[in-house]
């Protein structure tokens, strides 16, 4: 695998292989096995035993987390060259999280005992966990404070922006969040009801901010007149 500059990226993703020497990524290849798991599958879920890292090769995938009140929100998506599982390398005792596959998935998964031995072999390796690690809790901590700081329409705005950030797709008509999520799923990440959800996006889209030929498809048509409403 050649090696070519890692792309640091104002989401919160860092391509950890694509930055990695030659002899790096052929000692991580030798101690991984592949996996692949069919959309809407689990990689892993909340709560089984956790072993390995897990590198995603091609795909999309979420994150959902399940509080003890039954309450559940997707709290991350990862695309082709995100790291998974990097919070469970602490304790290794338990997955944090259910990571589950929008789409189609191809996994490397790199067991946790050869982490270590790969650190000690190639620093780099470790160097480069830590930037990724230190690059998602930056834009995890400026998203939590949008959120946090934020009114419920100031949210939502917010979470669409970050989404047009990671799963953005370029058109004639605006930027295409390359995602099919609910309604359901996008109130969980913004912290508000479902109802609150549909008559934002109603309102986006009478102001001409959100288009879309159905009701899954966002097309953020100003992104201008989002960031003022998100940051205003």
Known sequence: MARRDSQARSDGHLDVLGG????????????????????GKPLWTQGEPAHSLAFLLAGKVMSQYEARSGRS??????????LVGLGDMGQRSSRQHT??????????????NCVD??????????IALVRALSIRLSWVTQLALG????????????VLLALSERFGLPRKDGVLIDLNLTNEQLAAIAGV???FMNSTL?????????????RRELVLTDLAALEHLAFS
């Open 20 to 39: 990695l020497s030659p002899a790096c990524c052929a000692a991580l290849l030798e101690r991984s096995t592949r996996r692949e798991v069919a959309k």
């Open 73 to 82: 929100g997707t709290i991350g998506f990862w695309c082709a060259g995100d």
């Open 99 to 112: 990571v589950r596959c929008l789409e189609a998935s191809r996994f490397l998964l790199l067991p946790f």
């Open 117 to 126: 031995e790969l650190i000690e072999l190639f620093p780099e390796f470790g």
């Open 147 to 158: 959120l946090e700081t934020g009114s419920a329409t100031e949210r939502i705005c917010t």
């Open 193 to 195: 009801t479902r109802q």
């Open 202 to 214: 109603r309102l986006l889209r009478e102001r001409g901010i959100l288009a879309g030929q159905s």
